[in-house]
């Protein structure tokens, strides 16, 4: 079998494949690591047949939704997942082949609703439902520790200890564990009557996960995160460094117009010198009045770099054709110790 573990953070997501027919599975891709899977694929010489998510994940941005896209394969989730553009929902004890290998999915919910566990011959994909030396929390959208309870020792539990614990999570780096070792030496599942155990989820006093909000409305409805849309403006797009851009300022033949996308305060307490001004929310409205030449070399700016390639995005689409955005923000730029002017007080 060919297995890797790919981890951002404190997430694992895993390649998975037959290695005499190489056919194979993602689980819980995350999307900043998506080159690094693909790359992954590609070298260990995989054809994927499923990308799985082992849950509607509300602290890490999934890609199996994008590898699904790309790669023409069906995305997989359990049944009870409400995100769209799922393929395949399994129910609890269906079997997905791919090549020799047979990957069983146990539905474990309790840490969501839709959890669901993988059973390879010799190990098992927890998702977030038992961690090594923990187990996933239940505190969060359509979490339940009464489920959970049932999950781990009705099902996980009773699998073979021997088999080896691959989790959706590995904050601490622990090393490889079985379902035995598990079982005895856990220190949440030490707690086996149902009610202590109960108990015990409802006493923990776990901070809300960064991006919460923004990882659910993205894996259950199919949206883009921020950071992707900013990735896909980016590829659309050049860039002008910031000392090219002072130098151009400073010889005063810049050849380019400066437009600033930030609000009139911002803009007013200072900018670059000779810079035109118009606020991102009202570009696509006003441009034609301040722009009326589409040709004209545009570097946009705002105060992060983030707005601005947004904006230069936008003039690429509306046609203005050598719009780039500066590498590097207004913040940047007065550290940095470049030339601003502020907007003289209106009489
Ligand atoms: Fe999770």
């Given amino acids: 079998m060919i297995f890797e573990e790919i981890r951002s953070g404190g997430c694992c997501s895993y390649l998975v494949a037959c ?12 999307l900043s690591q998506i080159d690094r899977t693909l790359a992954l694929v590609a070298k260990a010489g995989v054809r994927l047949h499923y990308v799985i998510d082992t849950h509607t994940h509300a602290d890490h941005f999934t890609a199996s939704r994008e590898l699904a896209r790309r790669l023409g394969i069906p995305r997989v989730m359990h049944r ?18 791919a090549g020799r290998l047979r990957i069983r999915a146990l539905a474990t919910p309790g840490h969501t609703d839709d959890s669901i566990s993988l059973v390879l011959a010799d190990r098992v ?6 961690l090594r030396g923990a187990t996933g929390r239940t505190d969060l959208p359509t979490g339940d520790p009464e489920a959970l309870y049932d999950s781990l020792f009705g099902k996980l539990l009773q699998l073979d200890d021997s088999l080896a614990v691959y989790p959706g999570h590995n904050y601490k780096d622990l090393p490889v564990s079985t379902i035995g070792q598990e079982k005895a030496q856990n220190p949440r599942l030490q707690k086996r009557e149902r009610e202590a155990f109960v108990e015990q989820m409802r006493a923990l006093n776990i901070g809300m ?47 380019l117009v400066v437009l600033d996308t930030r609000e009139s305060d911002a803009f007013d307490g200072g900018h670059v010198p000779g810079a035109r001004h118009v606020p991102r929310g009202q570009l696509e409205l006003r441009i034609d009045q301040v722009l009326p030449d589409p040709t004209v070399r545009i570097v946009t700016c705002c105060e992060f770099e983030k707005i601005s390639t947004l904006a230069a995005d936008t003039l690429r689409t509306m046609g203005y054709v050598r719009a780039v955005a500066l590498d590097g923000g207004m913040k940047a730029w007065r550290e940095a110790g470049f030339p601003v002017e502020a907007t003289a007080p209106k009489a």
Wanted: proline share 4%; net charge negative; hydrophobic share 35%.
């Fill in 19 to 30: 290695d005499e027919t190489c056919a194979g599975v993602v689980v819980d891709p995350e």
């Fill in 80 to 97: 009870a997942s409400i995100a769209p553009e799922v393929d395949v929902r399994v129910d609890d004890g269906e079997t997905l082949i």
């Fill in 125 to 130: 994909l927890t998702g977030d439902t038992l």
């Fill in 209 to 255: 996960p960064d991006h919460l909000t923004e990882a659910l409305r993205t894996n259950r409805t199919g949206g883009k995160t921020v950071a992707q849309l900013l990735s896909e403006a980016s590829r659309r797009i050049a860039f002008v460094s910031m000392e090219e851009l002072r130098e151009r300022v400073e010889s005063g033949c810049a050849n």
